[in-house]
């Protein structure tokens, strides 16, 4: 549910000629700056249709428990969780980061010699964008991390949009061919599956 300020500035928006005073009352009554992280288990769709959906909500459940706590841990707020996605947003692009290599080390752990494995692919943006709820968030670095994590990221996958690349530093990163509308460019978070060797 919207906030009804912004509410009443969106009908205002509709019947006004003037659209550019009532914009940059939403931008600064709603702008803030956060990294965005959305999350996607790779072949979730498939395999609910080939096996059932418990399978599937163990592995929900059993992700959720494992993920969102490294979340929290690198000063991340979840902001909801749909099916097999969740969105969650961090102030520090750096801690977005590294909180998605840790998930994924998380995530190979768990898969050696699981019986049923976790695909996790996260995609990344950073920038100004309209909090406008407690679990809401929109713009255009939301939606290309949305776009990279749910739709171009496979198994173990780290993708980030150029604005991420732009304010990080001490990562490895190489160029991704994908890039979603909107965005710079983007590009694969290179890292290893063990803490111990970097």
Not at 150 to 157: P, Q
Request: charged letters at 25%; proline letters at 4%.
């Amino acid at each position: 549910m919207l906030d009804p300020r912004l509410t009443a500035l969106l009908d205002a928006r509709v019947a006004s000629s003037d659209r550019t005073a009532i914009d940059e009352e939403i931008w600064r009554s709603f702008g803030e700056e956060w990294c965005v992280m959305a999350t996607d288990l790779s072949g979730f769709s498939r395999g609910v249709a080939e096996q059932g959906i418990i399978p599937f909500l163990q592995t929900i459940h059993q992700s959720s428990r494992m993920l969102l706590p490294v979340v929290e841990s690198h000063g991340g707020r979840l902001l909801k969780m749909e099916g097999d996605s969740f969105l969650a947003i961090f102030r520090d692009p750096h801690d977005g980061v590294r909180a998605a290599i840790e998930m994924q080390r998380a995530v190979h752990r768990y898969n050696d010699g699981a019986r049923d494995a976790i695909l996790l692919g996260v995609g990344l943006g950073y920038g100004r964008m309209l909090r406008v709820a407690e679990a809401d968030v929109y713009g255009g670095e939301v939606n290309s991390a949305c776009i990279l994590g749910e739709t171009h990221a496979s198994g173990y996958d780290i993708l980030v949009t150029q604005a991420v690349r732009d304010a990080v530093r001490g990562f490895e990163l190489e160029e991704f061919p994908h890039v979603p509308p909107g965005a710079r460019g983007a590009y694969r978070v290179v890292y290893s599956s063990s803490r111990n060797s970097g």
